[in-house]
């Protein structure tokens, strides 16, 4: 497994205690923190702004003594750098043209070290801040993004980032993925939590990573106050914080994942147009950089990210808010076609399993909402050869429970015909076999619609459709798909929510025993205690694992390496190697294999950033081969 194939890049900000107008003392601590950094593979460490210096020296910047000093020393951490194999964003006055600037370099850079300098260019001089009195706006200087190994980063300074059109915007338009802020931002009343979210949409806005970094301990307390704030984001995301007030120095780690917002980008085409705009002139020098480290990708076993097992499904915290969003946008969906249709009535099939009693709990909502009976809401429960008296028994009490109009339909008689007349062997229990009850049962809900003038509502999730887990017209068609978004494990999330926050105690039961049943479209007859024999998740593998790599080859486009490499942290002690790659390599098969049903799937909703819609996020053609993807999975397998 090669460290690109992963594709992340283990960034740091570093606050050292400063001591003003003292550049050898600050040198010294510099290198330090490099060193420190160093040992943790930390590939680019950010410092504050002015950090040479200090920020607070004043006057003092006019000082040639200091000034010269400070030139000494920059070519201290810049060899120091350099033979560390590491880059460090370093602060400091530089006097060029007769002209003082708030400058940044790269330290690390060797000869070029001079050639990396990036001046502020919004100075701020108003209330605490005077920097017009010593410096020179940057605006003149050389535009610069800096590369290496394909990866490019720009650097901006402080007040650059306050402003309505940065530098790091045209930076990022101009292809930097990880921008670097060196700041020297004093401590006020309500700052910290607006520095903060700033920093965040900053990330978010430009699909970057952001590492800002600012100066603490050891600044003038003359007039203000410096906490020594560092924050590292990753569009949108917050990664790593520092302890603000703390007196003593930081060294704040983050793993960016390069690939995943090289990903945001390549989906967004707005995005790509911003680069190529021709009314906005892209005149960025791109500066290549080595130094002893040949590649700055971090190796795998370094990696110290954390990755949720079930990215779909949102933390604690957030649950009620989240499920109301999900349910507000099924219901929604669902509202908008009957309004729009004029129908005031709705068909579903109840089996007893999570699909269909998430389906009934949006319907409920949804007829609530329009102030539509309930009884208006038919669902019929269809026992065929597989159903067990746990799942039959569920369905009707859930009915009951939510006060829709029950109707019971034993299909077992229409299908001993059916496969009576295309001579099927009743003893061969194969696919026509199963497939036989699942398209009945759809004649049956399609008919009874017709019937009443009622939308037959569709139950499939996004799991199911991905693995193709569904019958081609028969549970794979509908009128109107509510699930048709909703991965299998936020499914079993939502109904559990259900049940613990909305339910009385009789629903609440019977929802939360759905939740404990195996998944399974019984097709097949029980076993002989009666119990489900047909489970689902042996068949084609736990849907944990489905959906973690449904998220990350939808989401993000990620190859089976990378997704491998994730599922091994994310899945560490439940799943062994063997387990993910053979349903990785299943996940893979089915999800090439059956497009065909994804190609004439029925109108739904789309709830989250992952949607199988051919008239939108997924346009694949049902013929397309999945030979290389496979094959990238046995070859882990074989390694």
């Known amino acids: 497994m090669k460290k690109e194939d992963i594709g992340f890049v283990r960034v740091a900000s570093a606050i050292p205690v400063v001591e003003i107008a003292n550049p050898k003392v600050n040198a010294d601590r510099i290198i330090a923190l490099l060193e420190k950094a160093a040992k943790e593979n930390v590939k680019i460490v950010c410092f504050p702004e ?111 980032l306050w402003m309505p059109a940065s530098p790091s915007d045209e930076m990022c338009l101009a292809g930097a993925e990880i921008i670097f802020n060196l700041s020297a931002s004093d401590e006020l009343i309500g700052k910290e939590a607006y520095r903060r979210q700033l920093v965040r949409q900053k990330s978010a806005t430009n699909a970057c990573a952001y590492i800002y970094t600012a100066s603490g301990f050891g600044e003038s307390s003359t007039d203000l106050v410096f906490s020594g704030t560092a924050i590292i984001s990753e569009n949108g995301s917050l990664l790593a914080t520092s302890e603000r007030f703390s007196f003593k120095e930081q060294l704040i780690i983050a793993d960016i994942d390069v690939q995943r917002l090289q990903a945001d980008r390549l989906r967004n085409s707005a995005f790509i147009i911003g680069n190529q705009n021709p009314n906005k002139k892209n005149d960025f020098v791109i500066t290549s950089l080595n130094n002893a480290d040949s590649n700055i990708y971090s190796e795998p076993s370094d990696v110290t990210r954390t990755f949720a097992p079930h990215p779909f499904v949102p933390p604690e915290d957030e649950m009620t808010t989240r499920c109301n969003e999900i349910f507000s946008i099924q219901v929604g969906g669902l509202a908008t076609r009957l309004f729009h249709t004029g129908i005031k009535k709705a068909v579903v099939g109840i089996s007893g399993g999570l699909d269909s009693t998430l389906a009934l709990l949006v319907m409920v909502k949804t007829f609530d909402k329009l102030g539509l009976p309930r009884e208006n809401i038919v669902g019929i429960t269809m026992p065929g050869f597989g159903t067990t008296g746990r799942t039959y028994n569920n ?38 076999y199963e497939n036989t009850q699942a398209r009945e049962r759809t004649q049956i809900l399609m008919d009874y619609a017709n019937k009443i003038g009622g939308l037959v509502v569709g139950t499939g999730d996004l799991s199911e459709l991905v693995l193709g887990w569904a019958t081609y017209n028969g549970d794979h068609m509908s009128m109107y798909a509510v ?86 942290k994310a899945f560490d002690g439940q799943y062994d190697k063997a387990t993910i790659l053979k349903w990785m ?36 053609p049902s013929d397309a081969c999945s030979k290389i993807w496979i094959e990238e999975v046995e070859k882990l397998a074989s390694d």
């Not at 109009?405 to 229990?429: F, R, Y």
């Not at 002989?528 to 689902?536: M, R, V």
């Not at 893979?588 to 029925?602: E, G, I």
């Open 50 to 160: 002015l950090c040479l210096t200090g920020y607070t020296c004043a006057d003092l910047f006019y000082q040639r003594t200091l000034i010269e000093e400070t030139r000494r020393q920059l070519c201290r951490v810049n060899d120091e750098a350099s033979k560390l194999g590491i880059f460090a964003l370093v602060g400091a006055p530089y006097y060029r043209d007769g002209k003082l600037y708030n400058a940044a370099f790269v330290a690390g850079s060797g000869s070029i070290f001079f050639d990396t300098e990036v001046d502020k260019q919004y100075l701020p001089s108003n209330n605490e801040f005077y920097e017009k009195r010593w410096f020179t706006p940057g605006f003149g200087g050389k535009k610069q993004i800096f590369e290496v190994d394909g990866i490019k980063f720009g650097i901006e300074i402080c007040e650059d």
């Open 395 to 432: 369905s009707l009490n859930m009915m009951k429970s939510l006060g829709v109009t029950i109707k019971e339909v034993d299909i077992k008689p229409a299908c001993l015909q059916h496969l009576k007349d295309i001579d099927h062997d009743l003893s061969i229990l194969d696919v026509s």
């Open 483 to 568: 699930n048709t978004s909703i991965p299998k494990t936020l499914v079993r999330y939502m109904v559990k929510y259900a049940a613990l926050y909305e339910m009385d105690e009789a629903a609440k039961e019977t929802l939360l025993d759905v939740c404990d049943t195996p998944v399974s479209p019984e097709l097949l007859p029980a076993d002989d205690k009666g119990e489900i024999s047909q489970k689902t998740e042996d068949l084609v593998g736990p849907y944990e694992l489905h959906d973690f790599f449904i998220y990350y080859t939808l989401r993000f486009g990620f190859s089976p390496t990378k997704i491998f490499f994730m599922a091994q």
């Open 585 to 620: 390599r299943t996940f893979y098969w089915r999800f090439f294999a059956q497009q065909f049903k994804r190609s004439c799937m029925p109108d739904g909703p789309k709830v989250g950033s992952v949607s199988l819609s051919p008239r939108g996020d997924l346009r694949m």
